[in-house]
């Protein structure tokens, strides 16, 4: 299973190191055959010698350039950065990342074979207006994007439960997840809310390959127990 941590605007390189330190000692110490993946702020970014995979919350399609405030690609190949995060709701919903600025960084960073985490998932609203409606919404977050790419993996991530506590229920993660692996075979995460009391339970329903990991992921040893929980899950 994949296991993602998303550090968002939190820890400094300093606590960052420290972090993946302590990740990457828990998986050798453990045999854990699961990938980790950690997407560190972009500040933090580190030369990191560790079997966990270090990716970049955001980076511009570009090589380098006059694009204030942005990191470019030259900024990912000095810490050998191979695996990007695209698309989350943080993104578009606070930075106003348009689909079509989606879509071209998804080709960008897709046609150097990067590992690309591309996330989807509703507002409220939304998912309260129902179920054909909400399956379109997100449908839409697909438009243009290559669901048949290699080093793709998707995590659905309802805007609602980011960062709220709220979870869809159980039922509904499973009833979504089995839809949206129509559209692509990818891997697909779920994520919102999960914490070190419901990720077992969402690391077990049917369609879920991993989680992505936001606020409860900052505590080291809580985000342990996930790649923990994930790896009885695979013995089993
Ligand atoms: P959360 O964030 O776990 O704090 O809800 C998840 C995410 O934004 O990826």
Same mark, same amino acid.
């Given at each position: 299973?994949? #296991?993602?941590?998303?550090?968002?605007?939190?820890?400094?390189?300093?606590?960052?190191?420290?972090?993946?330190?302590?990740?990457?000692?828990?998986?050798?110490?453990?045999?854990?055959?699961?990938?980790?993946?950690?997407?560190? $702020?972009?500040?933090?970014?580190?030369?990191?010698?560790?079997?966990?995979?270090?990716?970049?919350?955001?980076?511009?399609?570009?090589?380098?350039?006059?694009?204030?405030? *942005?990191?470019?690609?030259?900024?990912? *190949?000095?810490?050998?950065?191979?695996?990007?995060?695209?698309?989350?709701?943080?993104?578009?919903? #606070?930075? !106003? *990342?348009? %689909?079509?600025?989606?879509?071209? @960084?998804?080709?960008?960073?897709?046609?150097?074979?990067?590992?690309?985490?591309?996330?989807?998932?509703?507002?409220? /609203? @939304?998912?309260? $207006?129902?179920?054909?409606?909400?399956?379109?919404?997100?449908?839409?977050?697909?438009?243009?994007?290559?669901? +048949?790419? +290699?080093?793709?993996?998707?995590?659905?991530?309802?805007?609602?439960? #980011?960062?709220?506590?709220?979870?869809?229920?159980?039922?509904?993660? *499973?009833?979504?997840?089995? /839809?949206? @692996?129509?559209? =692509?075979?990818?891997?697909?995460?779920? !994520?919102?809310?999960?914490?070190?009391?419901?990720?077992?339970?969402?690391?077990?329903?049917?369609?879920?390959? !991993? #989680?992505?990991?936001?606020? $409860?992921?900052?505590?080291? +040893?809580?985000?342990? =127990?996930?790649? %923990?929980? /994930?790896?009885?899950? +695979?013995?089993?």
């Amino acid at each position: 299973m994949i #296991i993602a941590a998303n550090l968002k605007t939190n820890f400094t390189r300093k606590e960052t190191n420290a972090y993946i330190a302590e990740l990457d000692n828990f998986v050798k110490s453990n045999s854990v055959s699961q990938e980790v993946l950690v997407f560190p $702020a972009p500040s933090s970014l580190d030369d990191n010698a560790t079997d966990i995979v270090v990716g970049t919350q955001n980076a511009y399609p570009t090589k380098e350039g006059a694009f204030t405030g *942005e990191l470019g690609l030259v900024h990912l *190949e000095e810490f050998s950065i191979k695996t990007i995060l695209i698309g989350h709701s943080e993104r578009r919903h #606070i930075f !106003g *990342e348009t %689909q079509e600025l989606l879509v071209k @960084k998804f080709n960008f960073y897709k046609d150097l074979g990067f590992k690309i985490v591309y996330c989807v998932g509703e507002p409220l /609203a @939304k998912r309260e $207006a129902g179920k054909e409606e909400m399956m379109e919404y997100i449908s839409a977050q697909y438009e243009g994007i290559d669901t +048949e790419y +290699e080093n793709l993996i998707i995590a659905y991530e309802p805007v609602w439960a #980011i960062g709220t506590g709220l979870t869809p229920t159980l039922e509904d993660i *499973e009833d979504v997840h089995t /839809a949206l @692996k129509e559209k =692509s075979k990818a891997p697909l995460l779920y !994520g919102g809310s999960v914490k070190v009391t419901n990720a077992k339970e969402v690391l077990s329903l049917n369609n879920v390959d !991993g #989680i992505l990991v936001g606020s $409860a992921a900052l505590y080291a +040893e809580h985000f342990c =127990s996930m790649i %923990q929980f /994930a790896q009885e899950i +695979e013995n089993n």
